[in-house]
């Protein structure tokens, strides 16, 4: 990409992280540690590793791609994402707000729209490490821009990058699998924090509480590249030139 085409998010996003494809046992074991870390050990969404290996995994993650960032003077992974794809074999399509969140969906409304299974997925298991969002005694959040690690203004600024571009690069897993129909349970603050990027998702069913309150929405690749804004873009292109390197 032309040095004058960048964005100062791409410029700021690239300088301080590394953002590829979990593709080796040893980068899908990065990816399970910060969800341990994220959803175990901090927030108690799901029970700890009995193994003591400090990996939380499913049932849908051999069939899910993921990825990883990683903070690239540390090394630290920093943030992950995955893509699960609806598939024939796994009970007809299921996928996790399927199995853990159907109560909370509008079944009528998601009937409607008659998708083709084979180009739906969903986007989960989001999260950033604590490192990166806050400081000993801030509160928590499992997105953010506090963090523990002794790093410049500048470069601190960058971690509230993290979790949008761990969206955008779910947006390009849905491109390159063409799992454009994609659904996702999200914390009520996170659709409200896309919009201000111009990205709209459709609610597509009713408040529950799983691993806090999250309510299930529904967009598509198209809709949310059509209406990023150009910011945002711009770094969308820059994780999809540079995800599969």
Known sequence: MKEESKSSLTEAFEQFFKLE????????????????????????YQSVDPSGNGLE????????????????????????????????????GLLP???YCK???NQPLIDSMELDMSSVCEISRLAVDSKFRRRDGESLTRFGEI????????????????????????????????RTNVFAMMEPFLPRLLHRSGIEFQRVGKDMNYHGIRAPYFITTQSAIDNMHPDLLRLYHWIKLNIGK
């Open 147 to 178: 963090n523990g690690l002794n790093v410049s203004d500048e470069e601190r600024r960058s971690f509230s990058l993290i979790a949008i571009a761990c969206f955008l690069a779910a947006t390009v897993m849905t491109e390159m699998n063409h």
């Open 103 to 105: 109560s909370s969906l």
């Open 57 to 92: 995994t499913d049932e849908f993650d051999s069939d899910s791609m993921h990825c990883l960032i990683t903070h690239i003077r540390s090394n630290t992974p920093a943030g992950c994402v995955r893509l699960v794809p609806a598939l024939e074999k796994v009970e007809n």
């Open 97 to 99: 707000l399927g199995k």
């Open 21 to 44: 494809l979990a593709v080796s046992d040893v980068q899908k074991k990065e990816v399970f540690r910060i969800r341990h870390r994220v959803y175990c050990e901090e927030f108690k």
